[in-house]
């Protein structure tokens, strides 16, 4: 061999840093040979090489005996050996299985695979037989699909095979860590039609679909692999420990690969128990306690230790196993009553990777002539006041807890209890597994679903117990639904369980926990209803759950007698009427009664992209003294909303809500949200354009700032622009943020109608100051306004009165019991003539406007004092013009066109001029930023001029640089 040529060629190719590493050869290994004299060729694949596929198919040498065909010019002619399995079964249509069908198996497989080794059959039926092959060589999966396309028709069968050496497989070869996030990837160096992840698990073989703990990712394309699929586990637990098996599919055939994840446990759940609960130092100074705790039993190593009140306990605690499979760890201690007040006892459990997680619990202490309740029902002993006791004990059947509380009276309070069937935990616990994504088939769900039904027929419905943990298992289903596929075989029993929950009235617990209990309930099947999906049309009714799908346009469905329309329908529309919910959430609409109808209607439009607007007809019979109100479920603030919903005229025996929920530019000076798809588009695209006038108008006014303001009087008009611009552009900024009420927290509602409140002021602030400006200039002309007096009160008026005049709206409002907002729209609020905090910000802006419009007046008449009487046709026309031009530049600047929004408030949304208000204060007005941009800036001439010097400079320099290099390139 030239063993120097190579070398050298070696040298040449792999370079560090640009210098040539030093390379030498260690070893050198025949892997093929082959000898050519005259027309015979004979070639031979040397030590632990097969031939290439290339050869085998090409040249049918695919046996380890010498190819006397001339293959010295394939390129690789031959290739390490790699040990395939390939894994099958044969299933028979007709006859039954015996020797002559083997032979035909062993012979096919033989003849036709490259690096054949062997095939064994493994077990046989009549009808079925199941066999093992062996090659040397990574195949063809194209080859292998043909060969059992023949076999199918050949034994009349259907023949299936899954391999294991195919792919290659990459996972943490160590233990990983609890909660982390490791990854596993499949490779394979063919394209294929499938994929998927199994865990392999306590024998069962779990389907993995991406969910709270699994992420898949099915195209992780790597190099020369045509097909790459990884999963990454995050936060991965106990459950997600376990035998990885990925898979590629091609027509019949299958490739897998296994790796083994392991993951150092931590207890999921510890649960904490302590004997006695209470601590008697009335009559003891020394209390003996002894704390348990218990925990899952798992294969995990733990390191256990105690501590009291940040103390280590001495002697370390030995586990005890449990028939119920867990493992129960002790410790006993003692504590001086008078030394100690309130003791904690912690637990902490340490895993192989040096993690740890702990569970405290404290002792109740009865002091020396303290109050508590007396012992009751032999299980329940004596608790000082204010304390509550847990009772791990729970009936036969059920799992769990119970609490009871000791009122400050030294009564007790009624027991709440935790236990639920051990059925329903189980359906729990299942749940709990599928939204990881484990095992989420679609018969998991079913089960999941079934078993949810089966739990909630019994009389275990009017427990509150069994109330809450079933709204669980229906949230965590919703929750998962999210990224898991759900199909419409689970509807039936998912809305079977979740009527019967309803038939109780939850009036065992406070107002607080059913109003929540309430809100995960209506969540859980407002997601599920959305999530699941339909095919075509459905239709299920049950006590008091009523669902509706449909797929076509201008649907009128019907639930529980109530009938809901949209407006135009381009998606599934599935709607859901709920009864007996409404009368367990808090109503805090007064004076209103749920007996009008106690319904609830869930509606949903999937795959539309078009604005939609929903008219619903309740079934009601107007009451005396009620108002009806049409709400909506806001799910962040858990509280109800009117955003885009209203009432309108409808017959005696309904009643009518239509909603939107959007909100236009126009409710700023409108008594009420007026809603509007075309309003709100030109909402979204004026407020986009302002805000990008007003950055460009600021960008200018820094260029050219030094050039322009050459005089007081330009100061004057450029520092007000300025910060007319500025908190123009603040307000619009915070319109935005605040344009789907219903998303927003109360807070930052709040916040945003403070910060609109605020900004919108001090922009009416500085126009006045520009507007008093330019009429001290009109007047006084021979009296000019020195800086200093200016800029001293423009301060106090653009700055320090909109500040003062919101905060004393707020703290009014604050002090008597006022709303200062509205939720709905994020606003403030409109109550009648002179009444409601919105007069905080009419009465300022409608002062500045009548202002700005007797400045413009004055002008104008400035104008046309002027002009001589005598003067001709031509001066005429261009103090005309003058004129136009004064009232096109001053408007925006001046903010006149918001004197349209005063009109809004004195006509009726009903009168036919009140929607053409709306428009124009909301076009005017949503693109004023535009406007001011282009009268401050563009109709200004000296900026005009600056910039188009700066812009004739620019090209300048370009040509001086451009000539510069050329005379250079000439010399």
Known sequence: MESQTILSLLKMSVQVNGSSDNVTITEIELVSECFLIGDTTSCNCSGEYSWSNEVCYSSSCCTETTCTQNVSHIKPLCVAKVQVYINGSVTLTSATWDANKTAKLETAFRSRLNGYESLNITGYSSKIADFEAAVSIKLKTSVLQKLLTDLDDNLTAKVLVDTVGMVKITAPEDRVCYKSSPSLKCRLEEATTSTGWKLIKEHKHLELENGSMVNLNPSCFDGKYKSCIAVTLNKVTSAGSGTYQCRFTFGSVTHTAKAQLNVSLLPEVITMTIDPPVADCSMKTNVEVTVTAKIQNTTESYNVSWELNGSVLSGGPNAVACPEDTLVYSVKSNFLCEKMTGPKWKVIFQNQKGQMKNESVDILVISENGKYCPETDGIWPKTPNGGTVINQTCENGKTGYKSRTCNDDSTWQPVFSFCISQKLQKVLTAAEVFKT??????????????????????????????INASISVINIMATASRTIILKEEVFDDFLYAASNLLKNNWTEVNSSIRQDMSSQYLEGVEDLVKNIQVKNTLNISHQNLDLKVFSRSDCNISVFNATVKLNKNAGQFKTVGVRNLLDKFDNRFEPTSTALHNLIIIATLENSSFPTKITMDFPSKQLNHTQPHCVFWVNNKTDWSETGCKVQPSDANHTRCKCTHLTSFAVLMSKTDSSDVNLDTITYVGLAVSICSLLILLIIEALVWSVVVKTNLSYFRHTALVNIAVFLLLADCSFLA????????????????????????????????????????????????????????????????????????????????????????????FEGSLEGSIYAFLLPVGTVIFTNLFSMAVVIFTLLKSSAPDSSRSDEKETAKSIIKVVLFLTPVFGVTWGIGFLLLIFDQDNDAYAFLTYSFTILNSFQGFFVMLTGVFAEPKVRQELLKRMDKGKYDTMKNSTSASNTKER
Do not use: Q
């Open 738 to 829: 605040s344009i789907s009420p219903e998303k927003l927290s109360a807070r930052l509602c709040l916040i945003l109608t403070i910060c609109k409140h605020v900004f919108y002021l001090a922009t009416f602030s500085w126009m006045l100051c520009m507007s008093v400006m330019l009429i001290h200039r009109l007047i006084f002309v021979f009296s000019p306004l020195r800086k200093k007096v200016f800029m001293f009160l423009s301060s106090i008026v653009g700055y320090a009165c909109p500040v003062l005049i919101v905060a004393l709206s707020y703290v009014y409002c604050k002090y008597n019991k006022k709303r200062y907002y509205e939720e709905k729209t994020c606003w403030l609020v």
């Open 437 to 466: 994504g484990i095992g989420a088939t679609p018969e998991a769900a079913i089960g999941i679903f079934e078993g949810l039904k089966n739990t909630t027929k019994s009389d275990s419905r009017d427990d509150i117990a069994e």
